[in-house]
């Protein structure tokens, strides 16, 4: 039956998320039942945590943070890829939806990988690639698997619930005058700056992110270029990295060349986030990531 028959007769389709951020948005809409796979990093709780993972990471995740960075570019430089698909395992859980994504090749499983697997499979279904790089990109693509799962009223009603968030926040701060300069981080070794969605988010939470580019790719950025910035506030999200994992890593940050001197280290205003579950995901957590980034970025 087509993926769209099955949602107008009110029966959810079998759903495959290859990318936590899409895992996350078909438990908002109320499908957790009708997920028959994900990917190995969906990390999340009850019956999600029991599900068979399709994805592999090439990755050493327990490497330094300056070896995995060799890694990934010496793959990307090569053309290669940093995860793969198990088509034999997606194959026996006959989905008929398979989300994915085609925003960051080091991030998830891209198309490429799915296209690869799709002839092993003895079903056709259909792929869903989301690619949001913005705040508002990432509320149509909550809209996009609405669409293509039958539940268009309930993904609605989410993406209202989270622009009411979001235009909370942007009151909030709008009643205060003080704008920090914030570098924001996405990984520290080498040191990259905030993309995509992220320096929007420190503009909503009353931020100035002079290093990020809103709606383009992180970017590594030179040591002289974060010196030069002065930051008054820092926050280190790195991709993939727990709060503590990351903590880990500031003390080799904090004794590099000028980084004592700057304003935000001599305030103590250095702050730590869990890039696995914040800043990191393009879906409904975005918004608790401004509204933790609001906290943070709060007059002293």
């Not at 993926?3 to 078909?26: D, F, K, Q």
């Not at 039958?150 to 909370?168: F, I, K, Q, S, Y």
């Amino acid at each position: 039956m087509p993926i769209s028959s099955r949602a107008e007769r009110g029966r959810a389709p079998r759903i495959a998320s290859l990318l936590p951020g899409a895992t996350e948005i078909v438990l908002a809409l109320g499908l957790e039942d009708a997920l028959v796979g994900v990917s190995h990093s969906c990390d999340f709780p009850g019956r999600v945590a029991s599900l068979p993972r399709v994805t592999r990471t090439r990755i050493p995740l327990d490497a330094p943070s300056r070896e995995i960075d060799r890694i990934v570019r010496a793959a990307l430089a090569q053309g290669e890829s940093l995860y793969e698909v198990d088509a034999e395992g997606l194959d026996a859980l006959s989905p008929d939806l398979i989300v994915t994504q085609g925003l960051c090749q080091v991030c998830a499983v891209g198309p490429g990988e799915v296209q690869r697997a799709l002839p092993s499979l003895h079903s056709s279904p259909t792929v869903l690639s989301l690619e949001p790089k913005t705040l508002e990109e990432t509320f149509a693509a909550i809209t996009q698997v609405g669409e293509a799962t039958g539940r268009c009223t309930r993904a609605e009603r989410v993406v209202t619930g989270l622009r009411g968030r979001v235009d909370a926040v942007r009151r909030r701060r709008l009643a205060g005058a003080w704008r920090p300069r914030v570098a924001f981080l996405e990984w520290i070794d080498p040191p990259i700056s905030s993309g995509h969605w992220n320096p929007e988010l420190v503009a909503l939470a009353g931020g100035e992110d002079g290093l990020g580019r809103p709606g383009m790719p992180s970017r590594t950025i030179a040591w002289e270029e974060l010196l030069a910035w002065e930051p008054e506030v820092l926050v280190a999200a790195c991709c993939g990295y727990s709060a503590e994992r990351t903590r880990g890593e500031l003390a080799a940050f904090r004794a590099r060349p000028g980084v004592a001197q700057l304003p935000c280290v001599r305030n103590g205003r250095v702050h730590v986030a869990d890039g696995v579950v914040l800043f990191s995901r393009p879906g409904p957590s975005l918004v608790e990531s401004l509204e933790r980034l609001e906290e943070v970025l709060a007059y002293p």
